[in-house]
T-cell receptor, first 114, second 115 residues
Framework: GAVVSQHPSRVICKSGTSVKIECRSL??????MFWYRQFPKQSLMLMAT?????????EQGVEKDKFLINHASLTLSTLTVTSAHPEDSSFYIC??????????FGPGTRLLVL | AQTVTQSQPEMSVQEAETVTLSCTYD???????LFWYKQPPSRQMILVIR??????QNATENRFSVNFQKAAKSFSLKISDSQLGDTAMYFC????????????FGKGTRLSVIA
């Protein structure tokens, strides 16, 4: 299957700082990338869908000014958690796919805000 | 809107035995894809198997096979000769064939393979 990388794998930051997470499709060009958040023992919760060169579409209840998504190219999307607070601590997963094809996932980023 | 239901929050199976995980879905679409993903303790989501709705033949991948019943909107996963490494959360997912709509996930089934 296709490979999606995500960096960093874990990050600890102080409350009020911003954190950037990168997601790359390594061996294919992804027309669409998705960002998920996962709480312990729960399913994935979709945060936003982003298409290269256009603004991300956020799910209801997700603050777009809090979670900034940039899809700069067909192989790179970034999620920036701005002014992070302890309640933003979670596991964030990115995913990428071509239109109509299988969706592949990154290994996830564990964020801990102190 | 599409929904995916996994009615078994947890299951266990003895090593080398066979286990079946259930999944039902609701949609008005005629063309779509169905998936099973596995999430082991590492939390990396791994594609297990994929089924195109227009195909009548059930998909198989080594020890993994599905029973796809389109009319009943059922998509169960059978794991044969269970191995300890199969211990994971299993998510059933639905995707429309057209457009860039996201996957719709079920709540998952936690499978434990016991030695």
């Amino acid at each position: 299957g296709a490979v999606v990388s995500q960096h960093p794998s874990r990050v600890i930051c102080k409350s009020g700082t911003s954190v950037k997470i990168e997601c790359r499709s390594l061996d294919f060009q992804a027309t669409t990338m998705f960002w998920y958040r996962q709480f312990p023992k729960q399913s994935l919760m979709l945060m936003a869908t982003s298409n290269e060169g256009s603004k991300a579409t956020y799910e209801q209840g997700v603050e777009k000014d809090k979670f900034l998504i940039n899809h700069a190219s067909l192989t790179l999307s970034t999620l920036t958690v701005t002014s992070a607070h302890p309640e933003d601590s979670s596991f964030y997963i990115c995913s990428a796919r071509k239109v109509g094809e299988t969706q592949y996932f990154g290994p996830g980023t564990r964020l801990l805000v102190l | 809107a599409q929904t995916v239901t996994q009615s078994q929050p947890e299951m266990s199976v003895q090593e080398a035995e066979t286990v079946t995980l259930s999944c039902t879905y609701d949609t008005s679409e005629n063309n779509y894809y169905l998936f099973w993903y596995k999430q082991p303790p590492s939390r990396q989501m791994i594609l297990v198997i994929r089924q195109e709705a227009y195909k009548q033949q059930n998909a198989t991948e080594n020890r993994f096979s599905v029973n796809f019943q389109k009319a009943a909107k059922s998509f169960s996963l059978k794991i044969s000769d269970s191995q300890l490494g199969d211990t994971a959360m299993y998510f059933c997912a639905f995707m429309k064939q057209t457009g860039n709509t996201p996957l719709v996930f079920g709540k998952g089934t936690r499978l434990s393979v016991i030695a």
